[in-house]
């Protein structure tokens, strides 16, 4: 999907991928958009567990979200692939069918990024005071239009971008220990 966009892509495509024959996936999935209902079914239901295993990597809660926004942002390995990976997000958003599991990946991942934070205030990594379910929606929010601004500036790479924006939200509410630290 990232190196071929909606309308270019087959089942022919994917079968090669996969090693499988086209007939078999349209046994399995009966078509390419039955094929990718169910792979769109299936990052909705491991979103949370995705920026858990993340989380698994990292001694420090921020770290876990500094690396998943480095995965949102294999997105745009190429301003190509970004548009190839938002002609996707077009249909995500636009059909009902595909909507209702981008709405659960959704709310799955804020619930797992809410949960980083929780941690990260814990950690004293954030202030005490810092209002969680704000910031994670603010982290979500920015590291969406971050991805298409890197499209339109083309500035560094598009990780260094989000890692720029992602740093830039989080400072304000780190811990004062942790704010001296980055000076």
């Keep these: 999907m990232s190196r071929l966009g909606p309308g270019e892509l087959t089942l022919a495509h994917i079968?090669?991928?996969?090693?499988?024959?086209?007939?078999?996936?349209?046994?399995?999935?009966?078509s390419k958009r039955g094929l990718q209902l169910a792979l769109a079914?299936?990052?909705?239901?491991?979103?949370?567990?995705?920026?858990?295993?993340?989380?698994?990597k990292h001694k420090s809660p921020l770290a876990a979200i500094r690396d998943y926004a480095d995965c949102m942002a294999q997105m745009a390995q190429s301003p190509a692939a970004l548009a190839r990976s938002l002609a996707y997000l077009q249909i995500d958003i636009s059909?009902?069918?595909f909507r209702k599991h981008l709405?659960?990946?959704?709310?799955?991942?804020?619930a797992a990024?809410?949960?980083?934070?929780?941690?990260?205030?814990?950690?004293?990594?954030?202030?005490?005071?810092?209002?969680?379910?704000?910031?994670?929606?603010?982290?979500?929010?920015?590291?969406?239009?971050?991805?298409?601004?890197?499209?339109?500036?083309?500035?560094g790479t598009?990780?260094?971008?989000?890692?720029?924006?992602?740093?830039?939200?989080?400072?304000p509410h780190l811990s004062s220990r942790r704010r001296s630290r980055r000076r």
């Design 103 to 110: 709405l659960v990946q959704s709310k799955a991942t804020r």
């Design 15 to 30: 079968a090669d991928e996969v090693g499988v024959t086209a007939g078999a996936l349209v046994q399995r999935f009966g």
């Design 158 to 171: 598009a990780q260094q971008w989000m890692r720029e924006h992602v740093d830039t939200v989080l400072a």
């Design 113 to 155: 990024t809410i949960e980083l934070l929780k941690e990260a205030v814990s950690a004293r990594e954030l202030a005490r005071d810092t209002d969680i379910e704000k910031l994670a929606r603010v982290l979500e929010t920015v590291m969406g239009g971050a991805l298409l601004t890197w499209g339109i500036y083309r500035e």
């Design 95 to 97: 059909d009902a069918d």
């Design 41 to 56: 079914e299936t990052a909705a239901q491991f979103a949370g567990a995705f920026i858990r295993d993340l989380r698994s």
